[in-house]
């Protein structure tokens, strides 16, 4: 499968706990996004990296989260002091210097 | 930050054509229409995309109007496997990186 591939798929953790996810885009795609959903809501944009460059970052993204892209491959999102409100499916997609975006399956994480 | 209003929901026959609606009526001139659809469970899908001419693929056909202020998604024979929630999308240069979903419009197609 050369598709995007997300892990953990789904992640329960207790508040206070940090959580990191990983997102491996499809191969040679310079293009990665990550997005948040939740129930009921479209996805909403968190952060954009173009190779390893963290280019744009949205209001949404608070000093907890924090996103990597070391050497301009996979792809990490850490939520640090997990608040209930982190509940959601983090999306994550990529593509190569187009505006097509390919969608990963999601990581759904549920904070108790 | 909606620049795209959708209706919420939609029915469609099994068969039939599949006519999604959507107003954009603040698209400005640089600014294309994408379409994504959610199939339930699974991350968005690129659907098709355009800027002022209608546009057809093997998923389906974009009607844009003459003014640039509303669009049509076609499904031409809509089937079982196309219910899904399906995302209207204003995206320019203008706008960075950034694509705003909004909720969409929740296909069902009856068999």
């Known amino acids: 499968d050369t598709g995007v591939s997300q892990n953990p798929r789904h992640k329960i953790t ?20 990550w997005y948040r959903q939740t129930l009921g809501q479209g996805p909403e944009f968190l952060t954009y990296f173009q190779n390893e460059a963290q280019l744009e970052k ?3 993204l608070s000093d907890r989260f924090s996103a990597e892209r070391p050497k301009g491959s996979f792809s990490t999102l850490e939520i640090q ?11 994550c997609a990529s593509s190569l210097d187009t505006v ?5 399956p999601g990581t759904r994480l549920t904070v108790l | 930050d909606a620049k795209t209003t959708q209706p919420t929901s939609m029915d469609c026959a ?16 640089n600014e294309y229409v994408y379409w994504y659809r959610q199939i339930h469970s699974q991350g968005p899908q690129y659907i098709i995309h355009g800027l002022k001419n209608n546009e057809t693929n093997e998923m389906a056909s974009l009607i844009i109007t003459e003014d640039r202020k509303s669009s049509t998604l076609i499904l031409p024979h809509a089937t ?26 929740s296909l069902t197609v009856i068999p």
Do not use: W
């Open chain 1, 14 to 33: 207790k508040r206070g706990q940090n959580v990191t996810f990983r997102c491996d885009p499809i191969s040679e795609h310079n293009r990665l996004y």
């Open chain 1, 58 to 60: 949205s209001r949404l």
């Open chain 1, 81 to 91: 002091r997990t608040e209930q409100g982190d509940s959601a499916m983090y999306l």
């Open chain 1, 100 to 104: 097509e975006q390919f969608f990963g």
């Open chain 2, 14 to 29: 099994e068969g039939r054509a599949a006519n999604l609606p959507c107003n954009h009526s603040t698209i400005s001139g």
């Open chain 2, 80 to 105: 079982l496997r196309d219910t899904a929630v399906y995302y209207c999308i204003v995206h320019g240069s203008i706008t960075g990186n950034q694509f705003y979903f909004g909720t969409g419009t």
